[in-house]
């Protein structure tokens, strides 16, 4: 199904046009259809030439209702614009053109209708240049708009208007049936024993009956659900759908539901500023703010030439990158109302407290472009989930567990810890080993685990702390040749800390099963299984790179990732299975606990 919205002066024959397509009334209410003028979206549905169905969302062309508008082509990929052949270009018109322009809708036809009262070609050459210099397009790369004369009223014309929708939707990007789903709500109303039905147009995405959505933060159900009046057991977008939740549920127009966890739900936004074709700065203080069927009025703090920070008067789900249109409601006749485009760069922006801060918010947010990269250099640290929420897939590997870094914070990290951990010896010559949990809070991180996985040689971590590994605890209380031959081992161990020696090097070095277990008593050694050692803190080292791996994991691929052999990589496992490092998930895989 494809899904395409009206656009056009009050008059020039929208909905007389969807009416002669698809049969159906796209004025519904009685004031309506009394007064002979839309007041409310319009919902109708036909089969084209090609067997593809379309369905119609009809708008109010009245400047009244320019709100509405907004809300029907919202959530929609492609409008049919229509002009009449005997008023031409009309206020209108240019309005519903730049919300279209503002809000990067890109598909469309041009319609020049009540063609039977007046030569549509003068029209048709005016409103075509408009259109096309827009960037409005109906095939799928470059030309122009296509324009088609039309008359409701004796139907010339609107064969080749079929056919020239299905060219307009067959070079529709098709969108991903995996992607969150967000359901802008343009109908609620509850029946009397099923509950609340909500109807919308799904963009992208896929609903079942049973799914679980979040509505303002709150569960629901989907009950049942219909498009186009039939029953259905999912629907993919882009659809329009009618939704049955269970129960009552306060739903309202403007308001989306979401696949939960998918959607960041904000009522702050750093925004991109674009003035829309014709608007001159500077903005209000004070707009509307329109996306999907929401319209939110918002304060806009302007932070720099192009940047601004947003504050809705209601939280909406928001991703990276998504395009709000701001509108000035109190602009008289005449009037430009809508004023830009504001596009999403970011969704939990930082407090600007501190002079001066409002101006470097600016740099960085005319650097910034809408992905996690850009997310990072903000945030510093974001768990995947957050990132997700944001519509920023994690640009690669986390650094630990679920958490990722900007690289160049990260790389900052990693030269600031030895020298946390050194002036922490100093300042503790009785218990130089640095506990974790300090050197967390040292270094302001969130989760103890990054700490964990900074630890680099010569630094280990044993028992939660972080030791300068070379100075190894307890060769002091070994005999001298003992004491000699452990730390020239741990020289080895430092550089490749998995690679335990052979039988044949411990046997050069004079370690024997006797001063080996003399060793590990003294905590200079770690024995990992007969005849396997490593340095003191290599396992949780280990547990710090497996946890980087895609989980679960392989033998294998642990070997590998650890740099050394079945020999070692086989008991290392098994002894960080008896640590609760790691456990087994089946015969061949483990996960990192
Ligand atoms: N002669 C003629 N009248 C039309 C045509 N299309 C619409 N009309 C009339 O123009 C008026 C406005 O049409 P309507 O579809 O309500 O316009 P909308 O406001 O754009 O939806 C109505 O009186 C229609 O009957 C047409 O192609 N030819
Ligand atoms: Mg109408």
């Not at 209708?113 to 048709?124: F, M, V, W, Y």
């Not at 768990?383 to 790389?411: F, I, K, Q, S, Y």
């Not at 939660?464 to 100075?471: A, L, N, S, V, Y």
Request: proline share 8%; glycine share 10%.
């Amino acid at each position: 199904m494809h899904v395409v919205a009206t656009a056009g002066h009050v008059d020039h024959g929208k909905s007389t046009l969807v009416r002669a397509l698809t049969g159906m009334e796209p004025d519904r209410l009685e004031e309506e259809r009394r007064r002979g003028l839309t007041i409310e979206l319009g919902y109708a549905w036909t089969a084209l030439p090609s067997g593809d169905r379309v369905a119609f969302v009809d708008v109010p062309g009245h400047e009244r209702f320019l709100g509405t508008m907004l809300a029907g082509v919202g959530p929609v990929p492609a409008v049919m614009f229509v002009v009449a052949a005997d008023e031409g270009w009309m206020p209108q018109s240019e309005e519903h053109l730049v919300a279209l322009r503002t809000l990067g809708v890109r598909h469309g036809l041009l319609v020049v209708t009540r063609a039977d009262l007046a030569d549509p070609g003068p029209a048709a050459k005016d409103a075509g240049d408009r259109l096309t210099e827009a960037g409005l397009r109906t095939g799928p790369s470059g030309g122009a708009v296509e324009t088609l004369a039309v008359s409701g009223r004796t139907g010339e014309g609107l064969d080749a208007l079929r056919a020239a929708l299905d060219r307009l939707v067959a070079a529709l990007p098709a969108p991903d049936p995996e992607a969150p789903v967000r359901l802008w709500i343009d109908r609620a109303f509850s029946v009397r024993g099923s509950g609340t039905v909500v109807t919308g147009t799904l963009p992208a995405g896929r609903v079942e009956a049973g799914d679980e959505l979040e509505l303002d933060g709150e569960r629901v159900r989907v009950r049942g659900l219909e498009s186009l009046k039939e029953r259905a057991e999912s629907v993919t977008g882009v659809a329009r759908v009618a939704l049955n939740l269970r129960g009552r549920v306060a739903a309202d127009r403007g308001h989306a539901l979401v696949t939960p966890g998918a959607w960041t739900a904000t009522g702050l936004a750093d925004v991109r500023v674009t003035m829309a074709e014709g608007a001159r700065g500077p903005l209000p203080g004070r707009l509307t703010a329109h996306i999907g069927s929401a319209s939110v009025p918002c304060e806009v703090r302007p932070l720099g030439a192009e940047a601004a920070r947003l504050r809705l008067a209601r939280p909406l789900p928001l991703h990276l990158g998504d395009v709000l249109l701001l509108r000035d409601p109190g602009r008289g006749q005449g009037e430009l109302r809508v004023l830009a485009r504001a596009t999403v760069l970011d969704v939990r922006p930082p407090e600007l407290r501190r002079r001066g801060a409002a101006r470097e918010r600016a740099r960085a947010l005319a650097e910034a472009s809408a992905d996690a990269a850009s997310l990072l250099r903000t945030h510093l640290l974001l768990r995947e989930g957050d990132l997700v929420a944001m519509g920023c897939p994690p640009p690669g590997r986390p650094v630990t567990a679920d958490w990722h870094a900007d690289p160049g914070h990260w790389t900052g990290l990693l030269a600031r810890l030895p020298e946390v951990v050194r002036r922490y010896a100093e300042a503790h010559p009785l218990e130089p080993a640095m506990p974790l949990e300090a050197a967390r809070h040292e270094l302001g991180l969130p989760d103890r685990r990054l700490v964990t996985a900074l630890v680099r040689p010569p630094l280990t971590v044993a028992d939660g702390r972080i030791t300068t590994g070379r100075t190894a605890a307890g060769t002091a209380g070994l005999p001298a040749p003992v004491a000699r031959a452990v730390r020239t081992l741990l020289d080895g161990l430092a550089e490749t800390p998995f690679q335990a020696p052979e039988a044949g090097r411990l046997a050069e070095l004079g370690l024997g099963p006797r001063e080996l277990a003399a060793a590990v008593r003294a905590g200079a050694l770690l024995r990992v299984a007969d005849g396997v050692v490593l340095a003191p803190g290599a396992d949780a080292r280990a547990a710090a790179v497996l946890a980087r791996l895609p989980q679960p994991f392989t033998v294998s691929q642990a070997r590998s990732a650890l740099g050394t052999s079945r020999r070692v990589a086989v008991p290392l496992l098994e002894h960080l299975d008896r640590r609760g490092f790691t456990e087994r998930v089946d015969d061949v895989h483990r996960r990192s606990v």
